[in-house]
């Protein structure tokens, strides 16, 4: 089944009840799990760093980023109740760490067993590492990234599971974890990737799905698809394409103040998708072509059989004249037309009777 990520990121705008509210509506929506993002704004960024575009035109204000997510920094108290707010509703609690002090809050104090690496932290080996010591199962989204760059990420992963003590390592230990035997087998039971096009809203011809297709391929792991486009249209058609993961931001309203509202699905969108995913996978099925249980009631009615085309006498020899393919298709084959014509007729028969011969 395909587990569905309700992403609350920073939608909370740092507001406490807000953030419940998150919880619950995610929830409610059917989604598997929540997702928060766990950071230091002062580990972060620089005073310096300036704002995305996408953040400028959805805040409406221009600000250092620092400024922006300060204001936007859960407290790790809050992050202690929001965990117990998910045990009691059966939702799971996930949080992206954008820092070493984050990600060992998130492990040491969450106790959490999976974990997010964002897009723009695949290239941050010394943090992407700590991850992989942890020993964490590890869902890893792609945007901005090449073939080389996941692979890069893939062999820091590697080595991080094999070598959970390691405080030095360097490219060629990466490449050769993920050479390995024991570092591929690693990745294929711990590993989740996940195509993304990182921007906000992202343009349909920049979706390209049919990359999951070569993540795929090329990598032999799990596929997933993180979200960014407007609507549910694209989750959907992704499940369809083979993803076991999907990501998707929300938030209670698009018009509240903050850089991801308005890329964001609203409860009743993100209920929305998490019903059609359901539907989807069921009529995904397994792959094998064969007539269902309600085929088979309706092979009689919908299919056709061999019939008198007039009365047949007993003795008489059936020609092309005599037949006549019609419903219902509880009588023998219409494949069956050649091998009746020419034949003697065993039986009576009146114009509509099924043959029988």
């Known amino acids: 089944m395909t587990l569905i990520i309700a992403e609350a990121g920073v939608n909370h705008n740092g507001d406490a009840e807000l953030a419940r509210q998150l919880v619950l509506a995610a929830h409610q929506a059917g989604a598997d799990i929540v997702k928060f ?8 960024v620089t005073e310096q760093a300036t704002q995305a575009d996408y953040q400028k035109k959805n805040t409406g204000k221009e600000e250092s980023q620092l400024a922006m997510l300060q204001r936007l920094e859960l407290s790790y108290e809050l992050h202690h109740e ?49 991850h992989a010591q942890t020993g964490c199962d590890l869902i890893v989204s792609t945007g901005m990234a090449t073939v080389a760059d996941i692979e890069a990420v893939l062999g820091v992963i590697a080595f991080g599971y094999l070598n959970p003590q390691a405080t030095q390592a360097s490219r060629a230990d990466f490449e050769a974890a993920y050479a390995s035997n024991e570092g591929q087998q690693a990745l294929r039971d711990k590993v989740c990737v996940l195509h993304c096009t990182t921007e906000y809203p992202a343009p349909m011809n920049e979706i390209n799905l049919r990359a999951m297709d070569s993540l795929r391929e090329t990598f032999k792991l799990a596929v997933g698809y993180s979200d960014h486009s407007h ?3 694209v ?6 394409r083979g993803a076991s993961i999907i990501e998707k931001h929300f938030t209670l309203d698009k018009n509240l103040e903050g850089p991801d509202h308005k890329a964001s699905l609203e409860p009743h969108e993100l209920a929305a998708m998490t019903q059609a995913i359901r539907q989807v996978e069921q009529a995904l099925g397994d792959g094998v072509k064969r007539p269902t249980v309600s085929e088979v009631r309706n092979k ?27 419903r219902p298709g509880s009588g023998r084959s219409p494949f069956d037309y050649w091998q009746v014509v020419g034949q003697v007729s065993q039986h009576d028969y009146q114009s509509g009777d099924l043959i029988r011969d």
């Open 37 to 44: 993002q766990t950071f230091k704004a002062k580990n972060l």
């Open 82 to 130: 929001l965990v117990a707010q998910c045990q009691s509703l059966g939702i799971e609690f996930l949080s992206t760490a954008f820092d070493d002090e984050s990600l060992d809050f998130l492990v040491n104090d969450l106790k959490l067993k999976r974990l997010k690496i964002p897009s723009g932290e695949i290239t941050n080996a010394p943090l992407v590492l700590k």
């Open 231 to 233: 609507g549910i249209t």
């Open 235 to 240: 989750p959907i058609a992704a499940v369809a």
């Open 300 to 326: 009689a009615i919908a299919r056709k059989s061999l019939v008198a085309a007039r009365a047949i006498k007993q003795g008489q020899v059936i020609t092309a004249e005599d037949l006549a393919v019609k």
